[in-house]
């Protein structure tokens, strides 16, 4: 293998400027590794110009509309996370709370066979206190959480328009 | 890598996207889309590919970016993107199956042209990628160890490697019966 040259990129400058000056180039002819240098970067170059001759790339307003459309897009993939978490927590919370509900009344039954009829506010009180209390406000916590982060990214989705600017 | 917005950055993030508007964006793309392509071309070969990637680069830059940065940084950021989107592509094997087509306007008759790229493509791909970062986009080890998320030390190590293997492959090319490491000391 070859040593290295404090010069290299010097060389591999001076070949992608063009502008060789005099010591540089007679110093390349007698240093191998500058030689080295010289010979891939232009080959590279040579590639590079080819390519730039031959492709044309895309038009910018063209990539503008497709980032937007793909940003758009990945952001509201980002929403339904939250949200498709929401639903997961909702799945897990309502059998939980129901089962908790009927344990409730199995456990303090009442003579009448009207205690079976709807009883929201002293459920959800009871809800609130006891065992079940922490269970609860994590579920409320993270119920929270998920629409606030699912409400965040389709806000950036509503701020990211399609149609191009109208300064254009 | 893809960089994963923290609650900060979300919470930001619309007032970043609106700071750049389409006559700014189109600025900067043709600042660097035509290096940024050419670099793209150069490591997977096929326009249609290289097209889509660096479609994704600028959807992923203008999701991820971040106000602060310079020219320099928002160039090294984008090939930073670009680098890592072929790597995902060629981890997953999405473009194995297909064989690779010529660039538009290719002529494939012409010895000398064929002759460097075919000379390239004996090139690993990480190899290649340096060596374009280095000597095309004239990049310092420091700025390659950003884009590739290598160290910059086995940058240094790599590049030369690199450049002695295609110094090698040009050889023969340039000069017939030259080989460039005669007589040459071992790199430390």
């Keep these: 293998m070859n040593h290295r040259c404090d010069h290299e990129s010097d060389v591999s400058r001076a070949a992608r400027t063009g502008f060789w000056p005099a010591a540089l180039a007679e110093h390349t002819q007698s240093c191998s590794a500058c030689a080295e240098t010289r010979t891939v970067t232009e080959a590279l170059l040579a590639q590079s110009i080819r390519i730039a001759q031959e492709n044309r790339p895309p038009e910018a307003e063209h990539v503008w509309l497709e980032a937007r459309r793909r940003a758009r897009l990945h952001l509201r993939h980002r929403a339904l996370f939250w949200f498709r978490a929401l639903r997961a927590l909702t799945f897990i919370y309502l059998p939980a709370i129901l089962v908790w509900t009927l344990a409730q009344r199995t456990a303090h039954p009442l003579s009448a066979p009207e205690a079976w009829k709807p009883r929201l506010h002293a459920d959800f009180s009871a809800l609130l206190t006891g065992p079940a209390e922490l269970f609860a406000l994590t579920g409320v916590l993270l119920a929270a959480v998920c629409i606030i982060m699912g409400s965040l990214y389709l806000v950036r989705e509503a701020r990211t328009p399609l149609h191009p600017s109208p300064s254009r | ?188």
Aim: aromatic share 6%; proline share 5%; charged share 25%.
């Design chain 2, 1 to 188: 890598m893809e960089r994963t917005p923290g609650v900060v950055s979300l919470m930001f993030g619309a007032a970043q996207s609106a700071a750049i508007d389409e006559s700014a964006f189109r600025l900067l793309y043709e600042a660097t889309c035509q290096p940024l392509r050419a670099y793209l071309l150069h490591l997977c070969r096929r326009p249609d590919v290289a097209d889509d990637i660096l479609q994704e680069t600028w959807c992923r830059y203008l999701l991820h970016r971040r106000n602060d940065m310079d020219e320099s940084q928002t160039r090294s950021y984008l090939f930073r993107i670009a680098t890592n989107l072929v790597h995902d592509r060629a981890r997953s094997g999405m473009d194995a199956a297909i064989p690779e087509v010529l660039e538009r306007g290719t002529t494939p008759n012409l010895e000398t042209r064929l002759d460097i790229r075919s000379t390239l493509r004996q090139l690993k791909p990480r190899e290649r990628e340096l060596l374009w970062l280095a000597y095309v986009e004239g990049m310092n080890h420091e700025e390659i160890a950003t884009t590739t998320g290598l160290r910059p030390l086995s940058v240094r190590i790599l590049l030369f490697r690199a450049r002695h293997k295609a110094a090698q492959l040009l050889a023969p090319r340039n000069t017939p019966g030259n080989t460039p490491s005669a007589g040459s000391k071992r790199f430390a």
